[in-house]
Nanobody
């Protein structure tokens, strides 16, 4: 069982930056997916960015390309999401998830096995 704990959320103004952190309790798989997802009030949860360690393959939603960067530490147990030039539409609960079956599933949130509790990001205009 893998436990994921997110941190780094908060309130910022438009144009500001935040860095989200997801700490995994342990990981034993040689190659795996980790990703960030978000859900705004009244909207469905969406994939924000994800990464597959085998080849460092990444996926970004069109709405965050050029503004957000996903990365893993060398030990591959801490996932980051650097968010720059934040907009009010980025306001949401952000969740970390892990262990989709392979790189072709990077954006398919229903394939991820482990989920964190979420961290709130609020961007004011």
């Amino acid at each position: 069982q893998v436990q994921l704990v997110e941190s780094g959320g908060g309130s910022v103004q438009t144009g500001g930056s935040l860095r989200l952190v997801c700490q995994a309790s342990t990981y034993t798989y040689s190659d795996y997916c980790m990703g960030w997802f978000r859900q705004a009030p009244g909207k469905e949860r969406e994939t924000v960015a994800s990464i597959y360690t085998g080849g460092d393959i990444t996926y970004y939603a069109d709405s965050v390309k050029g503004r957000f960067t996903i990365s893993l530490d060398n030990a591959k147990v801490t996932l980051y999401l650097q968010m720059n030039n934040l907009r009010p539409e980025d306001t949401a609960m952000y969740y970390c998830a892990a262990n989709c079956p392979g790189p072709e599933y990077l954006q398919k949130q229903e394939t991820y096995h482990y989920w964190g509790q979420g961290t709130q990001v609020t961007v004011s205009s």
